[in-house]
Nanobody
Framework: QVQLVESGGGLVQAGGSLRLSCEAS????????IGWFRQAPGKEREFVAI???????YYANSVKGRFTISRDNAKKILYLQMNSLKPEDTAVYYC????????????????WGQGTQVTVSS
């Protein structure tokens, strides 16, 4: 029903910036909750930032003040601007979405992209 494709990952030095994009197709629209999640090796997938269905943002404490989530509903693109990157941010970043989801638990989201690797060197 919904397809998500992430892009924009790469290798950066600590303190650098990246902007991730998630392009949605299918039935994803402004009524969807959509967000960014990440998974580091040996770790559980965790939420990073969520754009609730009304567009309001919600951030994990670890990224507050450094990351900014935004969405372009007309283009069906979700962005994550990541500044002041730290080695601890290294992970595969996934875009996740669902309709009628009001939690930050990634297990509650049905639709996922394939992920994009972000590596931050020290």
């Amino acid at each position: 029903q919904v397809q998500l494709v992430e892009s924009g990952g790469g290798l950066v030095q600590a303190g650098g910036s990246l902007r991730l994009s998630c392009e949605a197709s299918g039935r994803t629209g402004s009524s969807y909750t959509i967000g960014w999640f990440r998974q580091a090796p040996g770790k559980e997938r965790e939420f990073v930032a969520i754009s609730w269905d009304d567009g309001s943002p919600y951030y994990a404490n670890s990224v507050k003040g450094r990351f900014t989530i935004s969405r372009d509903n007309a283009k069906k693109i979700l962005y994550l601007q990541m500044n002041s990157l730290k080695p601890e941010d290294t992970a595969v970043y996934y875009c996740g979405a669902d309709r009628s989801v009001l939690t930050s638990n990634p297990r509650e989201y049905r639709y996922w992209g394939q992920g994009t690797q972000v590596t931050v060197s020290s």
